[in-house]
């Protein structure tokens, strides 16, 4: 960041894959993982945020839910093909104050909306598509699993893929990185050793196994053992 040069015999990486390999090491030093690799690689949705604090509890809610949309294929279709914003969605529902109410004033709720949605291979623009698509979220619960919900707002923020990828580095604003498809899943996803820079290892979704907490916790466990047996063999 500051022009600041640290070196070291190991480096882990927890970043995202397709940046650590594309926007940090140059194409000189790659000849296993090139840009080809991970330009035509499929990734997984985004991930549309929406938290909002409520003066208003809603005691018949439990802290997990997930919120069914009209539509199931012709939704994942505007997702993953059409890259499109739906009229309609499906969302998870989180309510964390049902058992940590130090998260909101008394009488009050924190929640937010985990909604899917296309990456950035479409071509929405987020920063003048996000308040009308959170307003669009809040108004269906409101009508739904909230009511009141619009009349008792107290805050919101949202959190969109464009934030993604400029928060997290995270190639086209993906959630989870490489889709999970046969050819990109297990042994097959993006190795924990790296076979181009010695002494470079990854850790994280975007290499094996895979995406999720315990297969991200897999992934620790299998780089420390790579770390380890190259140790062993003084390959580092």
């Given at each position: 960041?500051?022009?600041?040069?640290?070196d070291?015999?190991?480096?882990?990486?927890?970043?995202?894959?397709?940046?650590?390999?594309?926007?940090?090491?140059?194409?000189?030093?790659?000849?296993?993982?090139?840009?080809?690799?991970?330009?035509?690689?499929?990734?997984?949705?985004?991930?549309?945020?929406?938290?909002?604090?409520?003066?208003?509890?809603?005691?018949?809610?439990?802290?997990?839910?997930?919120?069914?949309?009209?539509?199931?294929?012709?939704?994942?279709e505007?997702?993953?093909?059409?890259?499109i914003?739906?009229?309609?969605?499906?969302?998870?529902?989180?309510?964390?104050?049902?058992?940590?109410?130090?998260?909101?004033?008394?009488?009050?709720?924190?929640?937010?909306?985990?909604t899917?949605?296309?990456?950035?291979?479409?071509?929405?623009?987020?920063?003048?598509?996000?308040?009308?698509?959170?307003?669009?979220?809040?108004?269906?619960?409101?009508?739904?699993?909230?009511?009141?919900?619009?009349?008792?707002?107290?805050?919101?923020?949202?959190?969109?893929?464009?934030?993604?990828?400029?928060?997290?580095?995270?190639?086209?604003?993906?959630?989870?990185?490489?889709?999970?498809?046969?050819?990109?899943?297990?042994?097959?996803?993006?190795?924990?050793?790296?076979?181009?820079?010695?002494?470079?290892y990854?850790?994280?979704?975007?290499?094996?196994?895979g995406?999720?907490?315990?297969?991200?916790?897999?992934?620790?466990?299998?780089?420390s053992?790579?770390?380890?047996?190259?140790?062993?063999?003084e390959?580092?």
């Amino acid at each position: 960041v500051d022009g600041s040069v640290y070196d070291a015999d190991i480096v882990i990486s927890n970043a995202d894959t397709a940046h650590t390999y594309m926007d940090l090491i140059d194409r000189k030093y790659r000849k296993k993982n090139k840009d080809k690799r991970y330009k035509k690689a499929k990734y997984s949705m985004s991930l549309f945020m929406t938290y909002f604090g409520v003066k208003k509890k809603y005691d018949d809610m439990v802290q997990h839910s997930i919120v069914f949309g009209p539509r199931y294929k012709g939704l994942i279709e505007d997702i993953f093909k059409k890259h499109i914003v739906p009229e309609d969605f499906s969302t998870y529902l989180h309510i964390p104050t049902r058992n940590d109410q130090s998260l909101a004033p008394a009488g009050s709720e924190a929640m937010y909306a985990c909604t899917p949605v296309t990456n950035l291979e479409g071509d929405v623009d987020w920063e003048e598509k996000k308040d009308e698509f959170r307003d669009h979220i809040l108004q269906t619960l409101d009508e739904t699993v909230l009511p009141g919900l619009l009349d008792n707002l107290a805050v919101t923020s949202v959190f969109t893929p464009a934030d993604y990828e400029r928060e997290f580095n995270s190639y086209r604003g993906s959630g989870f990185q490489l889709q999970p498809i046969l050819l990109q899943s297990g042994s097959f996803r993006p190795h924990n050793r790296s076979k181009d820079v010695k002494g470079l290892y990854l850790v994280g979704a975007g290499t094996h196994p895979g995406a999720g907490v315990p297969s991200v916790i897999m992934s620790a466990d299998i780089t420390s053992q790579c770390i380890l047996e190259d140790i062993e063999k003084e390959k580092i």
